[in-house]
């Protein structure tokens, strides 16, 4: 859901850029848990309940707006309506600049749990994390998968995250579903890659929350890289080049 207000303040864990002054609000614990519950369903399930901070909803009477990672939220005192809205898509006027977008990535990816992807630890030492939105459907996809053993061998920690673009009441994203839920994940998308069939199967997942999460980072494509340092780029480069851009996009502290 496109975000129809204000953007006053972003929140990003431990970091608060006020673009409007507006002094915390207390809230009633059904606020807290009503929004806690709606974080975790979107898969952000690193959040610490301490790190909520409220403010009252700018030019809006008894409601109060919250910001994580790459979402806004807005509830009524009485936790009775709940409005998520996506930070990017803010009509504010005062647009992110992209080293903020790039944070906002950061610190949200921060707060999903590995458990929760396809992942590829690298060989030996880690040097460097790409995560990656992928669809079943894509062919540049396939060839990053092909390079994955190359990357892996690299010192890349590789972490993919589903985007079924056809939508989520596709077969796509069925499939997807089918390949989260299977025992050995890396092993069912190998299978599906050799055009094998996919056994049909249904479990507690997060193919949905990955897709909106993509969604909320404004991903138009497939595959999306995203660094460590936040940064965002569509489409595979290739091996070398690939190395090359996760060497510039390391994050530095």
Known sequence: MRSLIPLFCLLLCNTVWCIEETAPATVPETVKNAVLEEIYKIGLVKLQPATLLFHSAPDMDDVYETIIGAYVFQITPDASTLLRGDLFYTNAGLL??????????????????????????????????????????????????????????AGVRVRFLAFPQAGLNSQTFRD????????????????????????P?????????????????????TPTLVFADGAMQAGYPGFKRLMQLLEQHLLTQ
């Not at 390949?179 to 056994?199: D, G, H, S, V, Y």
């Open 96 to 153: 992110l600049d992209e080293a903020q977008r790039a944070q906002v990535r950061r610190e949200t990816l921060a707060l999903l749990a590995e458990e929760d992807m396809i992942l590829y630890p690298a060989h030996d030492i880690t040097r460097y994390c790409l995560t990656v939105f992928i669809d079943l459907d894509c062919e540049y996809c396939a060839k990053l998968r092909h390079d994955v053993p190359r990357l892996t061998a």
């Open 176 to 199: 997807t579903v089918s390949i989260w839920c299977a025992p050995n994940r890396a092993a069912a998308l190998a299978r599906q890659e050799a055009k094998e069939p996919i056994e």
């Open 201 to 221: 199967r249904q479990c507690d997942n997060p193919v949905a929350a990955h897709f909106h999460l993509a969604e909320a980072f404004q991903v138009e494509g």
